[in-house]
Nanobody
Framework: QVQLVESGGGLVQAGGSLRLSCAAS????????MGWFRQAPGKEREFVAA????????YYADSVLGRFTISRDNAKNTGYLQMSSLKPEDTAVYYC?????????????WGQGTQVTVSS
């Protein structure tokens, strides 16, 4: 079992930045791949970014490529999503997730989400 808790969401103006954190507890977070997803009102949840357990590989959705950076600190059992050049269309609830597989879907463990609102 892995428990995940996101933090760092909030209200920011377009063009601004936020850093989301995902604190993990439970079984060996360092052995899990981690992903970030988001869900905007009235839309399905979508993939944002993923990182392998070792941080050797990362992958981004086209919509955030070049603006968002995923990272992790296994010593702190924490993952991060640095978001820059934010746009109103980035407004959503952001979720972190963990799974043994490095993937863009099908994650086993999920956090409760943190709201990000980008004003124009």
């Amino acid at each position: 079992q892995v428990q995940l808790v996101e933090s760092g969401g909030g209200l920011v103006q377009a063009g601004g930045s936020l850093r989301l954190s995902c604190a993990a507890s439970g079984h060996a977070f360092s052995s899990y791949a981690m992903g970030w997803f988001r869900q905007a009102p009235g839309k399905e949840r979508e993939f944002v970014a993923a990182i392998t357990w070792s941080a050797a590989s990362v992958y981004y959705a086209d919509s955030v490529l070049g603006r968002f950076t995923i990272s992790r600190d296994n010593a702190k059992n924490t993952g991060y999503l640095q978001m820059s050049s934010l746009k109103p269309e980035d407004t959503a609830v952001y979720y972190c997730a963990a799974d043994k597989r490095y993937s863009t879907s099908g994650y086993e463990y999920w956090g409760q989400g943190t709201q990000v609102t980008v004003s124009s």
